[in-house]
């Protein structure tokens, strides 16, 4: 997989969310799927509430949820690739613009040969904390070729 840095942002709070989920909207190709990657709590799930204008639902009830132009999916609980057949991803994704995938960039192979259609843009967006303050977090946008 080879990646290419686009944008990063330091210091980051939630507040921020809205702004830089609009801001990356503005910067991809669409279709697109985002992979959202970074430890348990940094704001993955957060950042995706932004994206969605605060829609999505917690992933303790389910693994993909769908909305007007998007899904997100929480690969968390997922504990092999194979679990991802039984999701019919390229249902959800048909027609759709925006694929927000927590905890799936160990899957990209996976994802990419047998669930996304083709035409779809792959991007990564990491996430780290800020050594400076435990409520603020770094970001890091990548676009990224899972054939490489």
Request: charged share 25%; hydrophobic share 35%.
């Amino acid at each position: 997989m080879l990646k290419s840095e686009k944008k990063s942002w330091k210091k980051v709070k939630i507040e921020d969310y809205d702004y830089i989920a609009n801001e990356i909207k503005d910067m991809v190709d669409m279709p697109v799927v985002i992979f959202l990657e970074g430890d348990l709590g940094a704001g993955k799930t957060t950042f995706s509430n932004s994206f969605t204008s605060n829609q999505t639902s917690s992933p303790t009830y389910s693994i993909v949820n769908e909305y007007d132009d998007m899904v997100h999916a929480d690969f968390y609980r997922l504990k092999t690739s194979e679990e991802l057949y039984d999701l019919e991803l390229s249902i959800y994704l048909d027609n759709k613009f925006y694929f927000l995938a927590e905890w799936g960039i160990q899957y990209i192979d996976e994802l990419h040969s047998s669930h996304i259609p083709d035409g779809f843009y792959y991007y990564l967006l990491e996430f780290s904390n800020s050594s400076a303050d435990s409520k603020q977090r770094n970001l890091k946008f990548y676009e990224i070729n899972p054939l490489i």
